[in-house]
């Protein structure tokens, strides 16, 4: 998965219009799952999902220190499980587009993103459902 970084620009219908077609973000979903399920168990670790959440998710460059990020790893540790099964996998994510899309709402937005993570997926997305 490539850190490189670039702008894009969607709005909270981008994210959900991603949601919403099923086929596209299952296989993007399903995608991401591969990648971080490290030891190849079908499962989702606590340990592995905080390794790589932060690079399908983040729009930031950095990384954020661990004290900053505990609590919402909690609160998705609490509310899925120390281990996370691809359909649960798939609910994570999408809750937390859902979240993104209410926070931006239907202003656009330009922003900074990781270049294969899950908002320039859903940016790519929309360009090709408007082809």
């Known amino acids: ?3 490189r970084m670039i702008e894009a620009v969607f709005t909270s ?3 959900i219009g991603f949601i919403s077609d099923t086929k596209s973000f299952e296989s993007v979903t399903d995608e991401y799952f591969q990648i971080l399920d490290l030891d190849r168990d079908g499962i ?3 340990s592995e999902l905080r390794r790589g959440l932060n690079r399908i998710v983040s729009v930031e ?3 954020a220190p661990e004290e900053e990020t505990a609590d919402v790893y ?3 540790l609490e509310r899925f499980g ?3 099964g691809r359909d649960q996998f798939r609910d994570l994510v999408s809750e ?3 979240a993104m899309a209410r926070a931006f709402g239907k202003s656009p937005v330009i922003m900074v993103v990781h270049c ?3 908002i320039m997926k859903a940016v790519r997305h929309e360009s090709k459902q408007g082809q």
Do not use: N, R, Y
């Open 116 to 118: 294969d993570g899950l």
């Open 61 to 63: 460059s950095e990384v």
């Open 1 to 3: 998965m490539s850190l």
């Open 44 to 46: 989702i670790s606590s």
């Open 13 to 15: 219908e981008t994210l």
């Open 82 to 84: 120390e281990e996370i």
């Open 74 to 76: 909690k609160a998705i």
């Open 96 to 98: 937390i587009l859902k």
